[in-house]
């Protein structure tokens, strides 16, 4: 009961906090801090609600940690246990580094009816900061001396560049999501320049997570375990990982040499219904695999790798 909480957590810390470093990160990319992409992408409310759900979750998930490691049941906490997790352990130093980002956000979530800009700059530094002390409590802090500190940067890395991922798939959703309306195209445009924008941005998110994708591999599984992988638990999940993922590249592909141009010829033409349709469609899957994606990271994390045994 106890595991099957503490997955749901890491799966809803992943993607709350990936969204909150990723959807504002996406706002300055690709609109440029515009004040009229407020209007259909509401950063503010949307930052405000995954701040005060990361607050609630982190806290939540410190206790479950606290009972799996002493072995306390949740319901009856050792506050003494949980004073030396929280004051003395690497946890407890990301626990409150991470709510201290979350404050931050809250704070400067006005920052959005004046400016924007920085507004979005300061919760993308602070919801980098919060995405970021989740490596602290994985795989990736498990290694020692110089190596550790390179598995540590790999798998931070590789945490950035799937928020940035998520956050865009999010921002892309909920433009599409809205009702369009023929006689005001603004929107539409909107989502057409965000794509064209996102084109590069994603390029590159592809790269950083193959690459970091590469190194942890070799880190928790082993050169000497890839041909028995599929021979555990731990190996059959990170094959199925890998599988999704590539099927998110064949989406992400299909967006952007299809349907973006189909929507660019169908902003000219007055008529994107169809097109954002089938965009909506294809975003709809790709996050779906994503969440299935990061369930699968969720997972991972309570197991042994290969290279610990």
């Known amino acids: 009961m106890i595991e099957t909480a503490s997955i749901a957590i890491r799966l ?11 959807l504002p990160l996406f706002a300055i990319y690709a609109f440029h801090g515009s004040r009229t992409a407020e209007r259909y992408l509401p950063i503010r409310a949307l930052i405000v609600v995954l701040s005060i759900s990361g607050l609630l979750l982190s806290v939540v998930g410190f206790a479950v940690q606290a009972s799996v490691m002493s072995g306390v049941p949740l319901i009856r906490p050792d506050v003494s246990i949980l004073e030396v997790l929280f004051n003395e352990t690497a946890l407890g130093l990301a626990l409150k580094v991470r709510l201290a980002a979350l404050v931050v956000i809250l704070i400067y979530a006005g920052l959005y009816n004046r400016l924007p800009w920085m507004g979005a700059s300061v919760s993308t530094i602070a919801g980098a900061t919060a995405l970021g002390t989740l490596a602290w409590s994985g795989h990736g802090a498990a290694g020692e001396g110089n190596a550790g500190w390179l598995q540590l940067a790999g798998n931070l890395i590789h945490l950035l560049a799937a928020g940035v991922w998520i956050g865009a798939i999010a921002g892309f959703l909920i433009l599409t999501l809205r009702r369009i309306n023929p006689d005001d195209m603004a929107h539409v445009t909107l989502s057409e320049r965000a794509l064209r924008e996102f084109a590069s941005v994603g390029t590159l998110i592809v790269g950083l997570l193959t690459l970091t994708g590469i190194l942890n591999c070799c880190f928790l599984v082993g050169p000497a375990q890839i041909v028995t ?57 790709e996050w779906s695999l994503a969440i299935i994606i990061l369930a699968l990271v969720a997972w991972l994390g309570t197991l042994s790798p290969p290279s610990s045994m």
Do not use: E
Request: aromatic share 12%; proline share 1%.
């Open 12 to 22: 809803s810390l992943y993607v709350d906090f990936g969204t909150l470093f990723g």
């Open 229 to 285: 992988l599929w021979q555990s638990t731990y190996g059959l999940l990170l094959i199925t990982k890998l599988l999704l993922f590539a099927t998110m590249l064949a989406l992400a592909g299909v967006n952007r040499y299809r349907l973006t141009p189909a929507l660019g010829l169908a902003i000219k033409r007055r008529d994107a219904r169809r097109a954002m349709a089938l965009l909506r469609q294809s975003l709809f899957m």
